[in-house]
């Protein structure tokens, strides 16, 4: 490594400017990566809900599909909107009542499911199918043409509507979100760091590493847009330790060598060694998210291990070689750090180590019911903020007033399609659409046969309807819900219809955004279990190579566990709910990330417990002391880079995420401080058996044998 130290420091000039010139394609490279805003895509193939949406577009040519809510106008001028609406690109067809119903004939007389289907008080109802996808670029752009064109009167609802306006905020909020996330935590490294330029620097690399990090993503093609948020936050708060570490090595080096080029070449190898394991463990975490079915896991672990990796290549490439060249201002801008001396304070701790070990075994119970009960949600309209829309603005109010307008005029919460065989008999499928309006809930069954009749002939049928409800080999069938998505009732009344469907049709399908939903939150349950699991196993397997020892993985793991149990217990007992891939990210994320504390704590206290010869309570009383100020600057550092976005954020699932991992650096710091050193102690011997690179014979602190 020392080689490799050296070639850096003479390369140093290239090195800067190759990272440079990496900045051009990688800003292409973000430039053209598509965001997919759309979280239901992400479900796995083999679904029914996925397979027919599929089939919707291929046999009907239809993808997105929303209810448009017009107010005060007359039937003359919505049957006008309505056409306009259809010449929108990428709309494939608008239904309203004057389809199935001349306009001429009062509403009054007709049939009252027609009626009421369409109409309440001033308020009428259309359906708007896109030939696209919910979230593609071209129905996003088709929504706000159709805003645009229908005004203030007009309110388009649907998960398309939802997508668009989170786009809009997202791209307004993200660029705010990095600023946030650099600007905290480059107040935290100066005021918990000796120098006041090295966190510029610091911010300097991990930025170059950052920005080709997500130019890079163009390779995959697509990334979400949760991913685009955090990633640049995260990559921020989990790779700043590796640059404070070679300030630190670098630092230690300068008093060994009267060169700073070989100080810094002795820094760089004594760095990769370091960092290493560190970011081994890290990236294991975020790999875990790869097993997820729910393919979004996938999409934020390759990002973001790709993430930790150039994290590490710029810690031991570019941030040395800036180092380097700004080395004369960094000796005239050093000052002393907030942290003081922790020997008393580790001394303290260990000493009283039973206390700790009481509180963790009276948490662990309260904080493990919290962690299983954890209130997640599934529903995508608090996407954007969860249960309280007093805080967005009124541009981006527009998904959430239609919304509230269908539920309060027509009392439709959700809209379910039906695809089935187009050569079922009438009778069955009138008999079919009968039951299933029975069903609780259920405002409305809309299907060929319930609008034409059995006795029509297809010839007779109004080709705008039959373009809408039937295929050659499928038809489609409308249901209105008054139950929102995601809740038990809803859940229910999909099983209902669903066991009805199958009675007439083994092989119909259930489809949008509730019955998608209900896949959601039964594969995201499993996903769940695998995950942690998975992470836990391979940051175990990384922790018994890197300590050589099988006590020190299960201490060090249970730990981290344990913090990230009350970080998500909390929020069940402050009846916090958060977006259901938080708890699944958290728990991966806070072991990977945090759980180099544990093991930077634990390297000291196995080097000095063996090759130092001191008795256990002197190896963790100065392994604590040592790794305070480290623990407590990568902590806060997390901390910073993520609490603020955590608060300003509108999106509730960016903001809970963000709130999650800065509590949750904050708890494992306290946990490594408090709980480890008492888990040591206690099961020194333990350790010592099961574990290379201990004497045989016990040691008292002078080195004397027992």
Known sequence: MQKFGRVVVRFRIPILIIAVLLIIPSAFGIINTHINYDMLSYLPDDMDTVKGQNILLDEFGKGAFSLVIVEGMNDRDVAALEKKIESVDHVADALWYDDLCDITIPKEILPEKYYNAFNSGDATLLAVFFDSSSSSDETMKAVGEIRAITGKQCFVSGISALVTDLKAMCEREEPIYVTIAILCALAAMMLFMDNWIAPLIFLASIGIAIILNMGSN???GEISYITKALAAVLQLAVTMDYSIFLWHSYEEKRCLYPDNKDA???AISDTITSVTGSSVTTIAGFIALCFMSYTMGSDLGIVMGKGVLLGVIGSVTTLPALILLCDPLLSKTNHRSLIPKTDKLAAFLVKRSWVWLVIFVVMLVPALYGYINTPVYYDFTNILSNDDISSISEEDMGFFIANTKLKENFDIASTHMILCKSDMLPKDAKEMLSEIKSVDGVKLALGLDSVVGSLVPEEMV??????????DKYQLILINSEY????????KQIDSINSILKKYDENGMLIGEAPCTKDLIEVTDHDFTVVTWISIAAIFVIIALV???LSLPVILVSVIEFAIF????????TKTSMPFIAPIAISTIQLGATVDYAILMTTRYKSNRAAGGMDKQASVIQ???STIPSVLVSALGFFAAT???GVYSNVSLISSMCNLMARGAIISMLAVIFVLPALLMLFDRVIKATSLGFSSKKQTKEGNIL
Do not use: H, Q, W
């Open 462 to 471: 109004p080709d705008s309807i039959l373009r809408v409800l039937k295929s």
């Open 484 to 491: 929102k998505v995601s809740t038990d009732e809803c859940n």
């Open 623 to 625: 392994a604590l002391a």
């Open 566 to 573: 009350i970080n998500l217990g909390i929020s069940y007992y």
């Open 218 to 220: 163009i390779i995959i």
């Open 643 to 645: 609490f603020g976005v």
């Open 547 to 549: 300590l050589k020892s």
């Open 264 to 266: 810094m070449a002795s």
